[in-house]
């Protein structure tokens, strides 16, 4: 079984201002890691995703994640936010991609919001 | 390109009436399908799930089903709603890397 813990609920930044959002997971078996964003009554977007290789990941929007096996967390950064960045963001993880179709782990979400 | 679009973007509904959401995807074929629902204030919950045609697989026992009557088409069903159906429903298809692609999203209010 897998699962993920998003530590922050809410985290309000000024603008401009680098932020941290942070994920972490817990399985027994290697894993794919990705976020999505998801602005006010809009469906859920891909940000980024790990499958394998580099541990920095890049994503759109000027994000990045990055993957640490160790302490087992996908902590998604950004070195400058904009106001509209304000948004959900989701940090989920998948199983091998064998097996299962029901295998995507959802964390509860982080809330964003981008102070002027 | 692969696109997923569901309808009705918004509906209220009274109590005990039937409910019915729809889901189509483009571009793609033999996708599995997934329907999400976030209450308010809530994380995502994965409902049903659908590796083919007529294939379903329920995550939580409630008031909803699903069916799936073509490679493309996933629907999302009530026969009588309560109040706490009320929320933000979401199909989503699953992608060749393990990711999700959602759909814009449908909320339903309960009244």
């Known amino acids: 079984a897998q699962s993920v813990t998003q530590l922050d609920s809410q985290v309000p930044v000024f603008e401009e201002a680098p932020v941290e959002l942070r994920c972490n997971y817990s399985?027994?078996?290697?894993?794919?890691l990705f976020w999505y964003v998801q602005y006010p009554n809009q469906g859920l977007q891909l940000l980024l995703k790990?499958?394998?290789?580099?541990?920095l990941v890049k994503g759109i929007n000027g994000f990045e994640a990055e993957f640490n096996k160790s302490q087992t967390s996908f902590h998604l950064r950004k070195p400058s936010v904009h106001i509209s960045d304000t948004a959900e963001y989701f940090c989920a993880v998948s199983g091998p991609l064998s097996g299962s179709a029901r295998q995507l782990t959802f964390g509860s979400g982080t809330q964003l919001t981008v102070l002027p | 390109s692969q696109t997923i679009h569901q309808w009705p973007a918004t509906l209220v509904q009274p109590v005990g009436s039937p409910l019915s959401l729809e889901c189509t995807v483009e571009g793609t074929s033999n996708p599995n399908l997934y329907w999400y629902r976030q209450a308010a204030g809530r994380g995502l919950q994965l409902l049903f799930y659908?590796?083919?045609?007529?294939?379903i697989s329920s995550e939580v026992p409630q008031n909803l089903s699903a069916s799936r009557p073509q490679d493309r088409q996933f629907i999302l069903s009530s026969k009588k709603l309560l109040l706490s159906d009320s929320g933000f429903y979401l199909c989503?298809?699953?992608?060749?890397?393990?990711?999700?692609?959602f759909g814009e999203g449908s909320r339903l209010t309960v009244l």
């Open positions: 399985s027994s078996v290697s894993v794919y």
């Open positions: 659908s590796v083919g045609i007529g294939q």
């Open positions: 989503a298809w699953k992608g060749n890397t393990g990711e999700l692609f």
């Open positions: 790990y499958l394998s290789g580099s541990t």
